[in-house]
């Protein structure tokens, strides 16, 4: 089935510093990925969808340039969280999907921030 | 704004028994997704459920969709202790462009007793 794998499952930061998150599909091309946020007991809010080779599409309220993301592949996308803040503690979900309608949808793993 | 809306927002079951979640929605949908989430972990894909389907089967997974009242029912038949998660409805709208936007719902925490 289709594979999606993000990178790191962990990190701690210290406030002021950019951390990477790498999402990668491992067998299936996907020219589209989606980045969600997700706090605790709570549901995945869409950040963000990240387009191969063009812009990123942003939801409503959240910075472009403190989330930036590149998906230079048909296979990686990542997203740049720059000058973390505690606030921006969270749990970061990548999804992609083999098929033009998104549906459905494959997740990595997702990457627990904490930022101190 | 959100979508889909699962209740209850917890259950804890007995192994063995049966669990129902629920899940409404507000507008026009393409089709509708269950997830299952284990602690700290990416989502499953459990099962898809198109807007002409009306019901759906896998595995012990029963999934209902009433487009007229826009709700539809995730039941787990003889639960095991390992059903334990979180499980999220989605629901598939068009967003444009050929694309189609999923939007969660927050969710049901199942705990299966052993």
């Known amino acids: 089935g289709a594979v999606v794998s993000q990178h790191p499952s962990r990190v701690i930061c210290k406030s002021g510093t950019s951390v990477k998150i790498e999402c990668r599909s491992l067998d299936f091309q996907a020219t589209t990925m989606f980045w969600y946020r997700q706090f605790p007991k709570q549901s995945l809010m869409l950040m963000a969808t990240s387009n191969e080779g063009s812009k990123a599409t942003y939801e409503q309220g959240v910075e472009k340039d403190k989330f930036l993301i590149n998906h230079a592949s048909l296979t990686l996308s990542t997203l740049t969280v720059t000058s973390a803040h505690p606030e921006d503690s969270s749990f970061y979900i990548c999804s992609a999907s083999q098929t033009p309608n998104n549906s459905p949808l494959h997740f990595g793993n997702g990457t627990r921030l904490t930022v101190t | 704004s959100q979508q889909g809306e699962e209740d209850p927002q917890a259950l804890s079951i007995q192994e063995g028994e049966n669990a129902t979640m629920n899940c409404s929605y507000k507008t026009s949908i393409n089709n509708l997704q269950w997830y299952r989430q284990n602690s700290g972990r990416g989502l499953v894909h459990l099962i898809l459920i198109r807007s002409n389907e009306r019901e759906k089967h896998s595995g012990r997974l029963r999934v209902t969709l009433d487009t007229s009242k826009k709700s539809s029912s995730l039941l787990i038949t003889a639960s095991r202790a390992a059903d334990t998660a979180s499980y999220f409805c989605?629901?598939?709208?068009?967003?444009?462009?050929?694309?189609?936007?999923?939007?969660f719902g927050k969710g049901t925490k199942l705990s299966v007793i052993p």
């Open positions: 989605a629901t598939a709208a068009y967003s444009g462009a050929g694309s189609y936007q999923l939007t």
